[in-house]
């Protein structure tokens, strides 16, 4: 169960959890690191939604006395063009997976708890995967935190705030940070 020891700390305690099924191709330009971009493509097949992100560079990831990474996030909505568009300006597919999993949230946090899948065939336009398009990796699941805010919000409350949230999920999960 995946779902175990969010049960009371998350407020979905008595709602559904959301969840999700989603496709998502990675997309990188030609040059080499650091100047290297990154663009996430990400397929709903719940409600068929495509959204492409831009994850700015980590900040503080190897700064081991800061509790939380901190980077800038845009999402923009977009039509099923925009993976020949996005050849079109020279950016590849570098990798794709499919992510199967809940969302919860507690106040600001998010979580999401999933299992990461090989895609064996890509096709966003499909209506929806077939069980023979994708394989399970690992039969572990993932638990991701996060917390979206505005830049002029206090960084360390932030930090504090998904430590404390962290350590409710001990012993069973050891939240790290991770880039």
Same mark, same amino acid.
Request: glycine fraction near 6%; charge should be neutral.
């Given at each position: 169960?995946s779902?175990w020891?969010?049960? $009371?700390?998350t407020? !979905?305690?008595?709602?559904?959890?959301?969840?999700?099924?989603?496709?998502?191709i990675?997309?990188?330009?030609?040059?080499?690191?650091?100047n290297?971009?990154?663009?996430?493509?990400r397929r709903s097949?719940?409600?068929n939604?495509?959204?492409?992100?831009?994850q700015g560079? !980590?900040? $503080?990831?190897?700064?081991k006395?800061k509790?939380?990474?901190t980077r800038s996030?845009t999402?923009?909505?977009?039509?099923?063009q925009?993976?020949?568009f996005?050849?079109?300006?020279?950016f590849?597919?570098d990798?794709?997976?499919v992510?199967?999993g809940?969302?919860?949230?507690k106040?600001?946090?998010?979580?999401?708890v999933y299992q990461?899948?090989?895609?064996?065939?890509?096709?966003?336009?499909?209506?929806?995967l077939?069980d023979t398009d994708?394989?399970?990796?690992?039969?572990?699941?993932?638990?991701?935190?996060?917390?979206?805010?505005?830049? !002029?919000v206090?960084q360390e409350e932030?930090a504090d705030e998904l430590?404390?949230f $962290?350590d !409710?999920l001990?012993?069973i999960?050891?939240?790290e940070?991770?880039?």
């Amino acid at each position: 169960q995946s779902t175990w020891g969010l049960k $009371g700390i998350t407020d !979905n305690h008595k709602l559904r959890y959301e969840h999700f099924f989603d496709l998502e191709i990675v997309y990188t330009t030609p040059s080499q690191p650091p100047n290297q971009l990154f663009l996430r493509l990400r397929r709903s097949f719940i409600d068929n939604s495509l959204q492409l992100r831009y994850q700015g560079f !980590n900040e $503080g990831v190897r700064d081991k006395s800061k509790m939380t990474v901190t980077r800038s996030v845009t999402n923009v909505a977009c039509t099923g063009q925009v993976g020949e568009f996005l050849t079109q300006l020279s950016f590849r597919v570098d990798y794709s997976y499919v992510a199967k999993g809940i969302v919860c949230r507690k106040g600001r946090i998010k979580i999401l708890v999933y299992q990461v899948y090989k895609v064996i065939t890509v096709d966003l336009f499909k209506d929806k995967l077939n069980d023979t398009d994708y394989a399970l990796i690992s039969p572990n699941w993932f638990v991701e935190v996060s917390c979206i805010a505005q830049s !002029n919000v206090n960084q360390e409350e932030i930090a504090d705030e998904l430590k404390s949230f $962290g350590d !409710n999920l001990k012993p069973i999960i050891d939240l790290e940070k991770a880039e």
